[in-house]
């Protein structure tokens, strides 16, 4: 099991990173995944939600998935259960993602190493507004 980054590795994520595909970004406010991203966008960066199950969120277009996504996507943030993780690590891979981020309480070692082998930066079981909030100061 491969650590994190270091705190100077993230903060320079979260500095050069400018568009973050949240997958399963959910339109109810009350979950994590809607504070997180609502967060982030009121912190600057382009949200694009991805939810098959919803037409947009936050006032962006959401995507069924990340190969639909019609821009470069610099951080995928997931917000899925850690056995959905390798299918949302191999469409990040395919796209030229940068990073792939697993929320807090979010791990799946096999899709760490895939993206990692694939030359993505993978930080696993933090959330990003906690970090952000944490090292941008």
């Given at each position: 099991?491969?650590?994190?980054?270091?705190?100077?590795?993230?903060?320079?994520?979260?500095?050069?990173?400018?568009?973050?595909?949240?997958v399963?970004?959910?339109?109810?406010?009350?979950?994590?995944?809607?504070?997180?991203?609502?967060?982030?966008?009121?912190?600057?960066?382009?949200?694009?939600?991805?939810?098959?199950?919803?037409?947009?969120?936050?006032?962006?277009?959401?995507?069924?998935?990340?190969?639909?996504?019609?821009?470069?996507?610099?951080?995928?943030?997931?917000?899925?259960?850690?056995?959905?993780?390798?299918?949302?690590?191999?469409?990040?891979?395919?796209?030229?993602?940068?990073?792939?981020?697993?929320q807090?309480?979010?791990?799946?070692?096999e899709?760490?190493?895939?993206?990692?082998?694939?030359?993505?930066?993978?930080?696993?079981?933090?959330?990003?507004?906690?970090?952000?909030?944490?090292?941008?100061?």
């Amino acid at each position: 099991m491969e650590d994190n980054p270091d705190n100077a590795s993230i903060k320079r994520i979260l500095k050069d990173s400018r568009v973050i595909a949240v997958v399963g970004l959910s339109a109810d406010s009350w979950k994590d995944s809607h504070k997180v991203a609502a967060y982030l966008k009121s912190h600057g960066y382009r949200i694009i939600p991805v939810n098959p199950s919803v037409e947009e969120v936050l006032g962006e277009k959401s995507y069924p998935d990340l190969k639909s996504i019609p821009e470069k996507v610099d951080v995928v943030d997931v917000f899925r259960r850690p056995e959905h993780v390798p299918e949302i690590a191999d469409d990040a891979i395919a796209i030229n993602a940068k990073v792939l981020w697993m929320q807090a309480g979010i791990r799946n070692e096999e899709a760490a190493k895939r993206a990692r082998q694939a030359g993505l930066t993978v930080i696993q079981d933090e959330c990003m507004m906690a970090q952000h909030s944490r090292v941008m100061k």
